[in-house]
């Protein structure tokens, strides 16, 4: 769910083996609490794969290992497209600021037509390659920062954004980007458990959980998390 809407920083190639190294020393795959049809490469320590993370890739200005949990927005929506296959089946799908992918595995797993998984850090690409082909599937992705961008006509018939309204600044960029998409005549669903900048109009609630969650990241264990369809305005 690394999403960074103003720096363009130089970073390696996504296929940086020591990307890979970092998330097989440091993770083991694990069933999402949620959505345990789904098995992910997850952090067990936090405090280990964080200052690994700072000690060989902090030079390089590469977000924290957000890809290596199973944040509640991401558990959220992809237990709903789990449940509700006919959203993506034959579709176009984006999934924005992928994290590890496990929207995009369930959007594959659910027959959409296709799918990109997308996040600007080439770590989490990384991850949600290899957690695509632990579950035996393939999953094209792009660290293209895709916020601000724009097209005449509609690209995805829907695009999933778990979890992105922790931050002032970048919550207000995503979900007007998002909300240009809307006007375009894309599905954009919004998954939040209740981060300060989550929206709150143009929206239409479509589910409701209580997300298991580690209490090490979250302070509980479990997070009231909403799934939205973001409606567009008139402007």
């Known amino acids: 769910m690394s999403v960074n809407v103003f720096a363009d920083a130089l970073v390696p190639d996504v296929d940086d083996p020591q990307f890979a190294d970092l998330i097989e020393t440091f993770t083991v795959p694990a069933r999402v609490p949620?959505?345990?049809e789904i098995e992910m490469y997850l952090a067990t320590h936090i405090t280990p794969l964080w200052q690994a993370t700072e000690d060989i890739l902090g030079v390089l200005d590469i977000p924290p290992p957000y890809w290596a949990f199973a944040w509640p927005g991401g558990q959220a929506i992809t237990r709903y497209i789990l449940d509700?296959?006919?959203l993506v089946r034959g579709k176009r799908v984006l999934d924005f600021a992928c994290g590890g992918g496990m929207q995009a595995i369930a959007c594959v797993r659910s027959d959409a037509a296709e799918i990109l998984a997308n996040d600007i850090d080439p770590v989490a690409i990384t991850a949600t390659r290899l957690n695509a082909k632990h579950n035996g599937v393939e999953i094209p992705t792009t660290t293209e920062n895709l916020v601000g961008?724009?097209?005449p006509q509609k690209r995805w018939d829907v695009i999933f954004a778990g979890d992105?309204?922790?931050q002032q600044d970048m919550a207000n960029a995503v979900l007007q980007w998002l909300m240009t998409e809307a006007r375009l005549g894309t599905k954009v669903i919004l998954a939040d458990p209740g981060r300060t900048y989550a929206?709150?109009?143009?929206?239409?609630?479509?589910?409701t959980y209580d997300v298991p969650v580690d209490v090490a990241v979250e302070d509980t264990d479990t997070k009231f998390t909403r799934i939205w369809q973001l409606l567009p305005d008139r402007d």
Do not use: G, K, R, W
Not at 199 to 207: A, G, M
């Open 34 to 36: 949620l959505a345990p």
């Open 84 to 86: 509700h296959p006919e």
């Open 149 to 151: 961008t724009s097209a």
């Open 164 to 166: 992105v309204c922790y």
């Open 199 to 207: 929206p709150t109009h143009n929206i239409d609630e479509l589910e």
